[in-house]
C-alpha cells in the first residue's frame, strides 16, 4: 500500500535530497577551498524545487542551506569521509563502503 506523506514529510525529504546532491560541492570546498563542480547537482536541485513548487527566487538560499548542512555534516564526520575516500581510492565495494559509513 502506498503512503501519502504529509506537506512536512515532504519538505524533509527535500531537504535531505538537496544535502545530498550538494554534499559534493561540500566537500570539494572544504579540501580544496571552492567547487569546480556541482552544477548538474545544483540542476537537480533546480527541477525538484520546481516540481514541489518553490518560488524560483528561494533555489539560491535552498542551495545555500543545504551545502551548509552537507558542510556541517561532512566537518561532523570527517573520520569517517577520510575512511570513505581511502577505501573509494582503493575501489572498494560499495558494500564495504556503506560498512565504513555504519561503523562511523
Not at 25 to 47: F, H, P, S, V
Not at 78 to 102: F, G, N
Request: hydrophobic residues 40%; proline residues 1%; aromatic residues 8%.
Amino acid at each position: 500500500m502506498d503512503k501519502a506523506f504529509t506537506g512536512r514529510e515532504m519538505r524533509l525529504i527535500l531537504d535531505r535530497f538537496c544535502t545530498v546532491w550538494m554534499a559534493g560541492i561540500a566537500a570539494e570546498t572544504l579540501i580544496y577551498g571552492n567547487a569546480e563542480g556541482g552544477e548538474e547537482d545544483r540542476q537537480k536541485i533546480r527541477q525538484a524545487l520546481k516540481v514541489a513548487g518553490f518560488p524560483e527566487s528561494g533555489y539560491q538560499q535552498k542551495e545555500s542551506w543545504a551545502k551548509l548542512q552537507a558542510t556541517n555534516l561532512l566537518k561532523e564526520n570527517q573520520s569517517s569521509y577520510e575512511a570513505l575516500v581511502k577505501a573509494m581510492k582503493a575501489r572498494a565495494s560499495v558494500e564495504d563502503c556503506c560498512s565504513i559509513l555504519e561503523k562511523g
